[in-house]
């Protein structure tokens, strides 16, 4: 008695095909179906919310603005009791590199 080696191609063409049938085996299987759930809905309250009223911005009346002369501006700048009045405060600030630390 003889034995023949069985060809590789043969082999790889099973093996290729148990793996397909495997494949489809596993896909062939439908979704599970949701189910739904009841509640119990006695309890529940619901809240008398009113619709919420509209609120509409007035709108701004615009106001002519006049163009000013040059004279205005002149003496608003070079008055020193306006300068003074109108000017703001100097701040001290410390400097964070003194002290201890």
Known sequence: ?????PKRSFIISLLLGIFVVAL???CSSSPPVPTPRTHD????EVA?????????APEATPTAVLPASDESCLSCHTDDGKLQETAKPEEVVESLSEGEG
């Open 1 to 5: 008695m003889s034995h023949k080696k």
């Open 24 to 26: 489809t085996g596993a």
């Open 41 to 44: 809905r006695s309890n529940i």
């Open 48 to 56: 008398n919310v009113p619709p919420p009223t509209p609120t509409i």
